[in-house]
C-alpha cells in the first residue's frame, strides 16, 4: 500500500465517522449533507486495502469521484 493510498483509507474512515455524527449548533444543511456523503460513503466503499476497487462503480480504482466528493462533503475542514 503506498502512503498516498494509506491517507485515502484515514481519510475514509474518518469521512465514515464524521458522516454519522452530529453536534450541537448543528446547521440543517450540514446535517443533510453529511446524510448525503453518508450514503455516497457506504455505497463507494473500497473493495480491499491493496488494490482497491469501487464497490459502487463498478470496478473503477478507487477513490472514485463519488467517494473523493462524499470525503469532502463530511469534513467541513476540507471545504
Ligand atoms: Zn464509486
Same mark, same amino acid.
Given at each position: 500500500m503506498t502512503h498516498n493510498m494509506h491517507q485515502q483509507f484515514l481519510a475514509y474512515e474518518r469521512a465514515v465517522r464524521l458522516s454519522g455524527e452530529t453536534y450541537k449548533g448543528m446547521s440543517g444543511a450540514e446535517r443533510s449533507f453529511r446524510s448525503i456523503a453518508a450514503r455516497d460513503l457506504e455505497e463507494h466503499s =473500497?473493495?480491499?486495502?491493496?488494490?482497491p476497487t469501487c464497490a459502487g462503480c463498478?470496478?473503477?480504482?478507487? =477513490?472514485?469521484d463519488t467517494a473523493r466528493g462524499a470525503m469532502s462533503l463530511a469534513d467541513p475542514h476540507t471545504n
Open positions: =473500497p473493495s480491499d486495502q491493496n488494490t463498478d470496478g473503477a480504482a478507487w =477513490p472514485c
